[in-house]
Structures are given as C-alpha cells and as structure tokens.
C-alpha cells in the first residue's frame, strides 16, 4: 500500500509553511491563505473566518510557542490535506497537539484546526493567547446561521 501525495499546489503551500514555523518568520503566510479562510480553535467552539484572522492567529501562536517541534504527517486521500503532530511549550507546560490543514485545488489554506492536550496546557495557551488577542478576535467569529 502506497502512502497519498499531497497535490502540487497543496504541497508546494505546505513546504512553504514548515519553511515559515523553521525561521519563527510567518511573514508570507497571507500569499497561502484563502481570502475565506477558516481558523478553528482548540478553545472556541466557533470558528474566525478570514485569512485576516487566521494570519493574526497564527502569527501570533508562533510567538507564544516555545521549542515547537513537528513530529509527523499525515497525508488525506484526496491530497488536499494534512495533519501535522506537534510539540510546543507555553508557560512552562508541555503540550503536544496536531494542526489540521485543509487546502484548496489552488493550494491555499481554507481551513486550520488545532488541537491541543493536555489540558493544564491548552488553558496555558488560551490565557496566553486571550491575553494577546482578545480585543481583536471577536470581530472574526462565524456569524450565527
């Protein structure tokens, strides 16, 4: 059994990413993300949408993050997406997570899910990031249906 390949696209925008989270520099991010772009939180239960929102998220956990470290990935059947399992320290705690990547037939980023364990740790990272964010971020929650 074969593993799945990333689409073109899809994997030239990954490379791209990891090539970000190694130089701490999220400076291009905003050229791989969809204008409609979905950030699914470990501490929200409804998503900010906007590659707007998920550029200031993500920029801003890379700096909340110490010693991030990706472990493994896993490639969808269709090529178009991919998990990535992590670790990272946030005040003192470790924790380990996985970020869910989905992409478009473009290659950019439509949907960014994380989750995180052990608990003591994503409360460390919610305080963290709430502390960071928290003026910001309402204004990029999904709307009611």
Known sequence: MTSPQM???????LALWHEMVSL?????LPTILND???????MAFKPYVSATAVNLILNTVM????????????VSEDGLSVV????????GKSLKGIDLIQFD???????FEVMVRPFNALQALGAEMGARLA????AY?????
């Open 135 to 138: 003026a910001y971020l309402p």
């Open 24 to 28: 701490q520099d999220m400076g291009r």
């Open 141 to 145: 929650k999904e709307a009611k249906a």
């Open 63 to 74: 700096k909340v993050f110490t010693q991030f470290e990706y472990h493994r990935q896993l």
């Open 105 to 111: 037939e473009a290659g950019l980023i439509v949907d």
């Open 36 to 42: 409609a772009a979905v950030f699914r939180s470990p």
């Open 7 to 13: 689409k073109p696209a899809a994997a030239a925008s």
């Open 84 to 91: 990535l399992e992590f670790s990272a320290v946030v005040d």
